[in-house]
């Protein structure tokens, strides 16, 4: 039986249904649920980029005529590429576990390449590449490399391996990665002056377009500038600000406008918010092709190649698991913001080195996504959203300002050399520091919802340098003998702060048998207490600390905190209970003992005369979470003062 369809008529009288309303009438209806609180307040949030996200978007909201290109290639029709991160220091074991990658979904291999401050597969020569990749048809499996400063010289290698199992020079695909100004950010050194590796990674550029025609040469990674800091629109303008650079180095080399630009893959770190990673995309396409456009150039002719990477800073060493939650939001928005390559790092990335399980999540992940998604069949699937279309457009519109400055004031190189860069990151991390350490911005499983008791993961390991002796890396530059030197970008992380803290108590269990501790006294019953209580534990427990929870008070409680072993206590209850007993539980724990008490909840009136009691301080919602925990830390000698 053929299936009936819906004719247009029949489809024109169902939309009918549903009358258009305004945003006045919508607008009415909002201040009458309100009820007179602010608008701006309950419904607005501000972002770090400085922009104000409002509760609803119309056509209204974005400029007429300002989309995003679309992705170039045949994406939808095979998919992005799904490029897995190799970086076991034995090619040996990279050899094996690259191609069991590829046998079970990955499309392309990324080679970490071990050096100064990087950890990697250690390779000294062609063999050693050539152990990397042993049992790899390098003739269908792109390789990537992340090789930082010795880019120039494993990129060499990596051509004299082709060479050597006669892959056609014009078949072979994959991407150098040369990206000098980003390896100077994170790493701190070149092997020669900026403008000397500038003028190197051009002329391997003009070389590699002659010879090698699916093989691109440069990147431009803004990974060192996400991790250190850099907003959304910081990253964007940093990127462009590098690809002008390289545009420049390549044509003055020889190559046109679109013949360098194919040269060219640009990587993005996206963090866990899916709709600012879809914006960042598609502004970064936008921008790209203005750049192009104003150096005279068609982008169609020269789409942007662009990889994505998922943010190291967003991956926690503490409940590693929930790393899987992570990670699938960065994949969503890579594929629905049109990523033409893209890596997942292992959940247990910040650990060590990945197991085949956690292989296989990174790898399954994208797969799943494609396959049962089907996020690549649709060209620009974020296309029409108002919301999306506007914070595109404010992110390209706010990163083009950023990018005419730094042009302004000398470039890219003079920008990085300056410190203006780093200032810029620092103060955007500054920021959101402040924010974590309120917990305003959470980490799932470190700020929020710790948990004690896990097991903790351990990754593998590798003795990198019992190989650095035996295999030699005499053939790669040498960091003593840099060209150039500064200080590297920060790299931080978001749960730093509060894993610090939890590797102190880690230490400690691992010294004494026991973790740092406090006394938690609930008082009344469970449903006067249990709120409070369980908030208590879970503040306490983001920092390491054990809470020893009691039900007690009168006579007993002098006895049950000396018992318990504690130094410090907690108060939890209701409000209502702490009117009625809060000051003479005080004055109880402290003739008992305690040398600090804390009681959970804000003290409104109250503070001064549960100060009087011997109540130290409080904490609630919003307070300066991070830096209490420090202090009690340090109290219990967990940390220095």
């Not at 995309?281 to 092709?289: E, Q, T, V």
């Amino acid at each position: 039986m053929a299936m009936k369809t819906l004719d247009e008529k029949t489809l024109m009288t169902l939309a009918e249904e549903f009358p258009e309303t305004s945003r006045e009438a919508w607008m009415s209806a909002v201040d009458t649920v309100l009820k007179g609180a602010s608008f701006d307040k309950v419904l607005t949030r501000q972002t770090y980029e400085g922009l104000t996200l409002q509760p609803i978007y119309t056509g209204e909201d974005v400029p007429a005529g300002r989309t995003a290109p679309t992705p170039g290639g045949d994406r939808t029709e095979t998919g992005w590429d799904v490029r897995q991160m190799q970086a076991h220091g034995d090619p040996a074991e990279v050899a094996k576990t690259a191609k069991q990658d590829l046998e079970r979904g990955a499309t392309s291999v990324l080679l970490r390449v071990d050096r100064p401050g990087v950890e990697g597969v250690v390779v000294g020569s062609v063999d050693d590449l050539d152990k990397a990749l042993a049992g790899i048809h390098l003739n269908m499996a792109p390789v990537a490399l992340d090789a930082g400063a010795y880019a120039p010289a494993v990129s060499s290698m990596l051509e004299a391996l082709w060479a050597r199992r006669g892959c056609d020079a014009g078949e072979v695909s994959g991407s150098f990665r040369i990206d000098p100004l980003g390896t100077l950010a994170r790493e701190g050194w070149l092997p020669q002056t900026a403008e000397d590796a500038l003028a190197e990674m051009a002329e391997i550029s003009k070389r590699t377009a002659a010879s090698h025609p699916k093989v691109r040469s440069v990147a431009v990674d803004t990974a060192p500038y996400y991790e250190a800091g850099a907003n959304e629109v910081q990253d964007l303008a940093f990127a462009m600000a590098t690809g002008i650079a390289y545009l420049r180095a390549l044509t003055a080399a020889g190559l046109d406008v679109p013949s360098a630009a194919k040269q060219i893959e640009f990587t993005f770190a996206l963090g866990v918010d899916v709709f600012q990673g879809i914006a960042k995309l598609r502004a970064a396409r936008r921008l790209w092709a203005r750049v192009l456009e104003a150096s005279g150039a068609n982008p169609v002719e020269a789409p942007m190649s662009l990889h994505v990477v998922t943010a190291e800073r967003a991956i926690a060493g503490r409940d590693v698991w929930v790393n899987m939650l992570r990670a699938t939001v960065s994949t969503f928005a890579a594929g629905v913001g049109g990523a033409d390559s893209l890596t997942v790092l292992p959940y247990d990335h910040a650990v060590g080195l990945p197991d085949g399980f956690a292989r296989r999540i990174a790898r399954n992940t994208q797969i799943i996504l494609m396959e049962e998604s089907g996020l690549h069949r649709v060209t620009d699937p974020a296309g029409g959203s108002w919301y999306v279309e506007h914070l595109s457009d404010e992110y390209a519109v706010r990163a083009w300002d950023i990018l005419q400055s730094i042009e302004a004031d000398g470039g890219m190189v003079a920008a990085l050399a300056s410190g203006r860069v780093a200032s810029m990151v620092a103060d955007g991390w500054a920021e959101r520091e402040r924010n974590l350490a309120r917990r305003k911005d959470e980490v799932t499983g470190v700020s929020t919802f710790p948990n004690l008791s896990e097991e903790t993961a351990a990754g593998g390991v590798c003795d990198r340098d019992a190989l650095r002796g035996v295999l030699g890396q005499g053939a790669l530059p040498d960091r003593a003998k840099a060209g150039v030197e500064m200080a590297p970008l920060a790299r931080h992380t978001l749960g730093e702060g509060f894993e610090t803290l939890r590797a102190a108590s880690d230490t400690a269990l691992e010294k004494s048998g026991a973790r740092p501790r406090i006394f938690q006294l609930n008082l009344g019953t469970p449903a006067d207490y249990t709120a409070r209580g369980t908030f208590a534990q879970n503040y306490f427990a983001a920092g390491g600390i054990e809470s020893i929870p009691a039900e007690t008070g009168g006579g007993n409680l002098g006895t049950a905190f000396e018992k318990s072993g504690c130094r410090f206590a907690v108060l939890c209850s209701s409000d209502k209970i702490y009117g009625e007993a809060a000051v003479e539980t005080a004055e109880v724990l402290k003739k008992s003992g305690a040398e600090r008490i804390l009681l959970a909840g804000r003290p409104g009136d109250n503070e001064d005369a549960w100060r009087a009691a011997g109540i130290d301080g409080f904490i609630y919602v919003g307070d300066q979470t991070l830096a209490t925990l420090r202090d009690l830390a340090a109290g219990l000698g967990v940390i220095e003062q």
